[in-house]
DNA sequence: TGCACCACGC
DNA sequence: GACGTACGTGGTGCAA
């Protein structure tokens, strides 16, 4: 077996693992993020590489040989900080626990002893690998040795081999300390060439060589500016490249041949996870973590028969479904608190009881749930009505914080201060084994959740007021649980013979397409893999490689659309990836959740999931059905009124978010505009272009509409450069550009980003918040990200906002007016509805009406509206 | 079972 | 210069 040897860069990953998690703690206070952040790292290099031989390094003290040459080296940098600090003698006991050797050498930092192991291992035949955060170490990238360097988080790894840098930078690996002697390393204070960067860097290297050289022929420099720089800081180039070389000959005293690997003492890395309380790495080291046991005892009793002396004003309710589609699994359990008790009883229990469901259906009695949606959709398929629900535990905390609101009763209880409570997982199991306990446990579980949801309801409610955010609550996202409830439940009718047919007419297209295309390959192979793909269109057709991936060569549409005038195949897999789309994930998909009974899909909307307030959809999800290619929107074929004479009737808002842009800006242009009803994207190629109505182009057109899209979506530069196949210069250009010409957005922009600076989240028209705690960081990219973030969520959440109050006063119009129509669906700006022939004229007064109506802006909201047999003639 | 890649909508 | 760049859901392939 051929010899491996992994050298760890100890400092650099602990330095990486320790930022890139946040601060977690153990039970006695210890922060651990570091330690647990090396110990995965460590766990994916011992697995995928699998070393015989291994060792990590670290420095040792403060200063080395390097300050000798120049006494700032690593000056100015932040010192370690304690929470960090506190960690390393943890990450040597893991080491310890692990028997990996560790090393560390005075006067010389971990790169010297990597350097020196590592050119010694080569001489004697090993394969050498190098794992750390340090782009400096791709100098000792050879033949033999690959260089792994962390990328985002700790376990995404980048292998440099001289290939790749070759790739990646143009320039072999030993001239990489020539590079960094140019631009030097802020991070080490090794100064470099003042004005030179990266790009300059490889430049010149790639004309000269070495500094040496570059330096010697200094003449040949093109640029005056760039020539007296380089004259001007020769001796400090020369020292930078010094500072950044790697000693390849320290006197490092341990041989490669005493670091082979034999295994780690399991006994005391399990003693060691314990105390640090890494469980999950402990159960998969085959331990049962035993839980926390500071658990209190909750006193509840078992219901058999529910009589009034259980049923109380203001209990809390809560439903278990096991499946989270609650209109496939059942009840498996119901559990209620209030002040005469806490109870737990089976769905059996309940449906026996009338006493229960009249006081379940009772809108006078108030109750608190935990997922009021899922509550009352799931009691409804038991045919018991749930009315009267004044408190919502998930969307409370939605609400609060919608970062922090994952789908989790445990987490949700936890971060609002309830008493403990075991996890879902715990009590029930996960994956194949995830089944319903005996009912003693499931009962225990379920009444400390009523109970939860109980403590937490005023606890919660005063934080939401304090927010000012209770309006939002009761008026706005509680009312909406129920009408998503009715809009669930009724479902939308699919006509499954117009689906099968379709079925059965791509299956044979896709055949012929399949064949032409491996006839065109020259060989079978699956077009489905891009793995395979990958290797025909760019290895045997030897088209040029446009885009990779960390996995190998991309072959997104974007790529293969830059390919077609190079070979006839690409048109062609092209075709069969649109309709083998339309047909796994339309078609197929949809057969797939039809439900027997009815022929209905009742599709799940997430009310507390997204990051702006907008809805999600899934099994199916109905708001990502195609519409732009007219292959694909076919498919709204297949979605049908389900009773007879009845058609669809579908409304949408015309650029609302841009509206609410106008609104919010208070932008005089744009409001003007929007008062004037003109097309908005050539509005904003009029201003963008300094041209007149007569004079915009459909090209300038598409820029200034994917500008506006840009807007509305808070992308990036790079994100517009995507979309339009321009650079990313002429897309910054065309956002200032737009900025210039909306001054009271461009204001907007600063003001919102300076708020969410100060306050740490921003908010939408109806009191939703974001919080933006990245706004301050010091990297650029989470920086920049955060503020586009800052700048477009109040944006699109008040969008969403406005729609969803649309939706309240719609559900009321409509039980107001008597009419049959209802709503089926929200795709965002839209909404969709099914109704009887003779109620299409009513609808066509009350929908705009009431739509554009739903809140007052300072320019006019406008809604469009059609409809027909089909969703698809509702266009 | 989990991740990578790709593609659909707004 | 910073290396990753609206938000979602879901399908297939592939390695573990």
Known sequence: MKKKLVLIDGNSIAYRAFFALPLLNNDKGVHTNAVYGFTTMLQKIMTDEKPTHILVAFDAGKTTFRHKTYGEYKGGRQKTPPELSEQFPYIRELLDAYQIPRYELENYEADDIIGTLSLQAEKDGYEVKIISGDKDLTQLSSETTTVGITRKGITDIEMYTPEHIMEKWEITPDRIIDMKGLMGDSSDNIPGVPGVGEKTAIKLLKQFGTIEKLLDSIDEVSGKKLKEKLEENKDQAVMSKELATILREAPVKVTVEELNYEGSDDKKLKEFFKELGFNSLLEKMGETVEEEQDLQDVSFEILTEINDGHLKEDSSLYIEVMEDNYFNGEIVGISMRNQSGNYFFTLETALSSKAFKEWAADESIKKSVYDAKMSIVSLRRQDIKLNGVDFDLLIASYILNPAESADDFASVAKRHGASAIESDEAVYGKGAKRKVPAEEKLAEHLARKANVVYELKSICEESLKENDQYQLFTDLELPLA???????????????????????????????????????????????????????????????????????????????????????????????????????????????????????????????????????????NLQNIPIRLEEGRKIRQAFVPSEKNWLMFAADYSQIELRVLAHIAGDEKLIHAFNEGMDIHTKTAMDVFHVDADSVTSNMRRHAKAVNFGIVYGISDFGLSQSLGITRKEAGEFIQRYLDSYPGVKEYMDDIISEAKQKGFVKTLLQRRRYIPEITSRNFNLRSFAERTAMNTPIQGSAADIIKKAMIDMAERLEKENLQSRLLLQVHDELIFEAPEEEIERLKEIVPDVMENAVELNVPLKVDYSYGPTWYDAK
């Open 482 to 620: 129920i009408i998503l409830a009715d809009m669930e439940y009724t479902g939308v009718a699919v006509d499954v013979d117009r689906l099968k047919e379709m079925k059965e007419e791509l299956a044979n297209r896709l055949d012929e397409m399949e064949k032409k295309i491996h006839e065109l390959a020259g060989e079978v192979f699956n077009i489905n893999s891009p793995k395979q793909l990958g290797v025909v269109l760019f290895e045997k057709l030897e088209l040029p490689v446009i885009k990779k991936t960390k996995t190998g060569y991309s072959t997104s549409a974007d790529v293969l659309e830059k390919l077609q005038s190079k070979h006839e195949i690409v048109e062609h897999i092209l075709n069969y990836r649109q309709l083998g789309k339309l047909q796994s994930t339309y078609i197929e998909g949809l057969l797939k959740v039809v439900h027997d009974d009815g022929h209905k899909v009742h599709t799940r909307f997430n009310q507390a999931l997204t990051q702006t307030g907008r809805l999600s959809s899934t099994d199916p």
